[in-house]
């Protein structure tokens, strides 16, 4: 069953193609791979589908319904939560409100309700701190959950990140490097982690990485992007021996 | 016909006043142009260089030119000073702060001129003849001649600094791109220390010009001037010089206009009307760029 | 009953308390005129500056403004009361919604504007309000409004603060509030995980002008005129000042700030140049040496000594 189709996408910045032609789609349930060289546009690519941009033509289908002219946390609402390449925590608060934060927009508790704290406020809030605790025990960071987000390890930073994403209560889990700067061990952990919250939360899974051991490790298709186009698209296995692929990448030599 | 004459009189007005107001907007956009701060103690830079213009002429017996290089050399020091002490240190703090910062000089340099000249507002004293020329029907007077003359001599001036110096390379570099510039071996303190300077000169220029056209001067004469010199700066494009000349001039006119022929309680408010219109509808003003976040 | 409800409880038993004491010191003469007047002025100084803490310090909008709003409830509510004759907490509301009603209108458009864009168009928005209440004779100009009745007491002042403080406080501590502070914190983020950030943006917005409304309408009423210069962007400046001086993003820093500026203006309120020069040097070295003020993001509750004091629980 198809969740997300791109048909056609394309971003123009002035003069500039940053995206073209960009067709790809995501069924229920499956963990796909986005990779290309620096400067590819896989980000661009990631801005279009959660509405950070707006594509110039082309159409984003979700669930059946289109996103485009859709704001981003519109279309976080309807199921499509991210990481960023560059961390982008509320650095300041501590572990678990940011992942309070993210469970916002299922709140029912209007303004009032807060203000003059009436019945659904305490019972939602323990609810949403309980989730949130929850959520934090998944990625080992119960522990610190009082700590300022900008005071963990990096690697911890990214993890944040991740749970934080899934407090939004995706259907469609966008991951942007969530394996940059990590250790083998690191990533091999992360790996782990992915296939097992994808099981554990029925989501679909859409990343990009660099790191080509956690790519072919646990992608089911991938596809790749060069100068804004997708170049080939398939299995892991069909990818690492794709002459367009190996060219884009390495100017010759196989992908091991 | 009246109303061309009341016009083209107002328009005339206006030009000097929008001189002034270009003078003081340059200023606001080059430093706004290197270092990204919205320098709110500007104005008051604008006011001392008004006093020091004074001194000199009633104290020194200065005539007008020398007067005038007078306070533009000692306020642009002043500006440097400013600069080397409240912004420097904060370089690479949070925007809020050092713009909080740029407040507290504002206050300080306002509440401790009034210390030192008591809040009564002084007379200029007269330096010139108050000829007034006849085109027709319309009025210059000398003192609004002598404006335009000195402020299209600075703005010449400013312009082949920026276009055909070093320096002026240098400081167009740096308000581009910082680091690369430094990596280009600008010593970007220097330059920035530079744009304090040359932007503080003509803010004085354009204070000791408006003693002699208006005659008195206050400590407090910097607060309205230097707000609307920042909407003319808006308005051109912040950032960009030739922006700060003509955002200038264009709201000193427009300011006549409403002055003239709406009411004179309203030409404050023609000045904060025009910079929500520009930010809300063309923020980039009429020469800037635009600047987009990386997500 | 819940832990929050008990804290809730505490701070009201514990406000209470204070007003008590305070009142009896004014009703017994031990604190004079004077004393009475600061307290109210520091009440209504309070108002104000945790209104707009609410729009510079948790959702992180740097509001130039806030006088304007001030002066919008103050006329308001004393034509009300002067020319229509309208119970005095009937004239206060009303100032308070038209403030929120205007902050909703400036808010709409201008709250795309970002950082320094922002404040100077709240600069102007100020002024243009300003400028445009001199300009209506009905109120009387320039030359001000006169006849307002002396309604504003300190128990007015004090539970209308007090209620404010809650409304702000429990707002805080919200999922509303928290997405405020998302928004605060990293704008993109905040759209990214599901947050309106437009909707919230304008809500902070739109709350702490009505407050302010409502802090206008108190300050109309103790004095018999109000003119237009009570509201300049200086004013907007002395509130920016308090909420910087105490913390933004903290409510006692708000107090704070608001109790030591009120406490410097009485002191030295022989010499208002020197009392300026004094500012503006405390506030270049804030931002020098503790940008964050007083308690930075913390509330009193937070500080490690007075957990300490509480028996260290947890």
């Known amino acids: 069953m198809e969740l997300l189709r791109a048909q056609n996408v394309s971003k123009m910045f002035g003069g500039l193609k940053a995206v073209s032609d960009f067709d790809v789609y995501i069924n229920k349930g499956e963990l796909v791979g986005l990779i290309g060289p620096n400067g590819a546009g896989k980000t661009t690519a990631f801005n279009l589908l959660t509405g950070v941009y707006q594509p110039t033509t082309g159409s984003i289908d979700f669930d059946g319904k289109s996103l485009v002219g859709l704001k981003p946390y519109e279309i976080t609402q309807r199921g499509i939560a991210r990481t960023f390449q560059n961390i982008r925590l509320f650095s300041e608060l501590s572990v678990i409100d940011n992942v309070k934060i993210a469970h916002h927009s299922h709140v029912k508790y209007g303004v009032m309700e807060s203000v003059f704290r009436l019945g659904r406020y305490f019972n939602e809030e323990a609810e949403i701190e309980h989730e949130a605790i929850e959520l934090l025990k998944i990625f080992k960071l119960d522990d610190k959950k009082d700590e300022i987000a900008k005071n963990l390890p990096y690697g911890a930073q990214r993890r944040l990140e991740i749970a934080r994403a899934l407090a939004a209560k995706p259907k469609l889990l966008l991951l942007d490097e969530p394996a940059a700067g990590m250790n083998p061990q690191e990533t091999q952990e992360l790996m782990q982690m992915i296939r097992w919250i994808r099981e554990e939360f029925g989501l679909t899974v859409l990343l990009i990485e660099h790191d080509m051991s956690l790519v072919m490790g646990i992608c089911e298709r991938i596809y790749v992007l060069e100068y804004g186009s997708v170049i080939a698209r398939g299995t892991p296995q069909e990818i690492k021996n794709d002459p367009e692929v190996i060219r884009a990448y390495l100017g010759g030599e196989a992908i091991n | 016909m009246e109303f061309t004459e009341q016009f083209v009189q107002q328009l005339i007005n206006g030009i000097s006043l929008g001189s002034i107001y270009a003078l003081i907007a340059l200023g606001y956009t080059m430093v706004y142009g290197i270092i990204k701060l919205i320098n709110f103690a500007h104005g008051d830079i604008y006011m001392v260089g008004a006093y020091i213009g004074f001194f000199a002429i009633s104290v020194a017996h200065l005539s007008i030119v020398p007067a005038l290089i007078v306070s533009m050399v000692v306020t642009g020091i002043l500006g440097m000073l400013v600069e080397k002490l409240a912004y420097k240190p904060l370089r690479n703090a949070p925007r809020i702060s050092i713009l909080i910062t740029a407040i507290g000089v504002s206050f300080f340099l306002e509440y401790v001129s009034m210390y030192f000249v008591t809040p009564q507002p002084r007379t200029f004293p007269n330096v010139m003849e108050s000829t007034a020329y006849q085109l027709g029907a319309f009025v210059i007077n000398g003192q609004q001649l002598l404006i335009f003359v000195i402020t299209c001599i600075l703005m010449v001036l400013l312009t082949y600094i920026v276009q055909y110096t070093k320096v002026g390379k240098a400081m167009r570099a740096v308000s581009f791109d910082t680091e690369t510039a430094q990596l280009m071996g600008i010593d970007a303190n220097r330059i920035i220390s530079v744009t304090f300077g040359i932007g503080s000169a003509l803010a004085a220029a354009g204070g000791v010009l408006v003693g002699v056209y208006y005659n008195s001067i206050d400590p407090l004469m910097g607060i309205m001037p230097g707000l609307k010199a920042f909407v003319a700066a808006v308005l051109g494009g912040i950032g960009s010089i030739p922006g700060a000349m003509a955002g200038g001039v264009i709201l000193g006119v427009i300011e006549a206009l409403v002055s003239g022929f709406i009411s004179s309680t309203f030409r404050d408010a023609a000045a904060f009307g025009i910079l929500i219109l520009v930010l809300l509808f063309k923020p980039s003003g009429l020469f800037g760029k635009n600047t987009r976040e990386k997500v | ?314």
């Open chain 3, 1 to 314: 009953m819940n832990r929050l409800r008990m804290q809730d409880m505490k701070i009201l038993v514990a406000s209470l308390v204070l007003f008590g004491i305070l009142m009896a010191l004014l009703g017994g003469g031990v604190l004079g005129a004077f004393w009475e007047f600061n307290l109210i002025l520091l009440g209504i100084n309070i108002i104000m500056s945790v209104s707009l803490n609410l729009i510079n310090g948790y959702t992180g909008q740097f509001s130039l403004g806030h006088a304007g709003f001030m002066a919008i409830g103050a006329y308001m509510s004393a034509v009300l009361t002067t020319n229509f004759q309208v119970p005095f907490l009937g004239a206060l509301i009303a100032g308070g919604l038209a403030a929120m009603l205007l902050g909703l209108l400036i808010g709409l458009p201008t709250l795309r504007l970002r950082g320094d864009y922002l404040a100077i168009a709240t600069l102007g928005l100020g002024e243009i309000i300003r400028i445009t209440i001199m300009n209506i004779q009905y109120v009387g100009g320039a030359a001000g409004f006169m006849g307002i009745p002396h309604k504003t007491t300190f128990t007015w002042v004090f539970f209308v603060m007090l209620f404010v403080l809650f409304f702000v406080k429990n707002f805080i501590n919200s999922s509303h509030g928290r997405a405020c502070i998302a928004v605060r914190e990293n704008e993109i983020a905040a759209e990214a995980m599901g947050i309106n950030t437009t909707k919230y943006k304008v809500m902070a917005f739109a709350i702490g002008a009505g407050f302010a409304g409502v802090a206008g309408g108190l300050f109309a009423h103790c004095f018999y005129i109000i003119n237009p210069t009570s509201f300049t962007f200086m004013a907007s400046f002395n509130y920016l000042i308090m909420v910087v001086l105490g913390g933004l993003g903290s409510i006692t820093g708000s107090i704070a700030g608001a109790v030591v500026l009120t406490g410097v203006s009485a002191a030295l309120a022989d010499l208002p140049e020197f009392r300026m020069i004094i500012f503006s040097l405390v506030l270049i070295l804030l931002m020098f040496y503790r940008p964050q003020g007083l308690f930075g993001y913390m509330e009193a509750a937070d500080m490690k000594w007075i957990k300490r004091l509480k028996g260290g629980r947890k």
